[in-house]
C-alpha cells in the first residue's frame, strides 16, 4: 500500500470548510507536489499530516494503519517530519544542537551519548549528505535560509523519518540556493522517504516531482504522475 493515504479527508474551522473530499497518496521513495493558490487548504493539509489539527471527515493510513495524530509530537514520533519555510530550525541555537533537536529524547540519545559524540555524528551526517560546516557550534541564524532547509532535512532522514512534509522550502530562496534545496529534496527521496513538497513554483514541482495535486478551494483539483504530465500531440 501507498506509505500514507489520505481517503476523502475533509476540515471545517466552524463554518469554514477549508477542506473537502481530499482523496492522496504519498508513495515511498516518490516526491509528491502539493500546489495552490492562497487559501487552498495547503496549510490545513499540512497540519492535518502533520498532527497540528485533526481532521472532521475521512479517514488518513500511515503503513496501511488507520491514524489519527493527537499532536505533532505523536506524528513525529510515528515518522512525519515537517520543515516548516521559517521555522526549521532554531535561530539562536547551534547547529549540532538543532541536529539533535526533539529526537534526542525520543531516541534516549542525551542520555548515551556525550557532546563530542553527538557533535561527530552530525558533523558525519551532514558531510555524507554534501553539506559541510566547519563550525558546529555556530547558531543556525548565521547560515543561509538554503543551509538551514538542508539541514533540517538531512536530520529528518538521519531519524529515520517516513514521510517528511518541506512547506515552501524554497519560497524565500534565490536560483542557486533554491538549486541546493531542490538537489536535497531528491536526497530525501532517494534515502526512500515519501517526500511532500508543498510550493507555489510550478517550475521547481517539475524539477523533482513524480506526482503532482493541486488544490482548489478546499479540493483536489488535478491529481497526476508525471508520466501523465507528459503533453500528448
Ligand atoms: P493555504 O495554506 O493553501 O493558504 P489554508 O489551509 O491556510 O490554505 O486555508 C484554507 C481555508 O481555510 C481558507 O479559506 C482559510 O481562510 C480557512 N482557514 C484556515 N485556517 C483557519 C482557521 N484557523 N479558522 C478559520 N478558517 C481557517
Ligand atoms: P499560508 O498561505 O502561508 O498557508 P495563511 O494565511 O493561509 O498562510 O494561514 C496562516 C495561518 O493562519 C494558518 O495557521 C491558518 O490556519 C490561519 N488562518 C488562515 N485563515 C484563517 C482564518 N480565516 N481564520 C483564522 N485563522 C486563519
Known sequence: PPLLQLDNVGKSYGNVHALRGVTLNVRQGEVT??????GAGKSTLIGII?????????AM???GQPCRFASPRVAQSSGIATVYQNLALVPLMSVWRNFFLGNEIRKGLLRTLDIKRMKRICD????????VIPDLDRPV????????QCIAIARAIHFGAKVIILDEPTAALGVKQSG?????????RDAGLGVIFITHNPQHAYLVGD??????LGQVALDARRAELTLAR
Do not use: P, W
Not at 124 to 131: A, D, H, N, S, T
Not at 211 to 216: D, R
Open 180 to 188: 541546493v534545496v531542490l538537489r536535497y529534496i531528491l536526497r530525501a
Open 33 to 38: 507536489c502539493v500546489l495552490g493558490d492562497n
Open 211 to 216: 506526482h503532482f495535486v493541486i488544490l482548489k
Open 50 to 58: 502533520s498532527g497540528l489539527h485533526d481532521y472532521t471527515e475521512g
Open 124 to 131: 558525519e551526517e551532514l558531510r555524507r549528505m554534501g553539506i
Open 61 to 63: 493510513q500511515l503503513d
Open 141 to 148: 541564524a548565521s547560515l543561509s535560509g538554503g543551509q538551514r
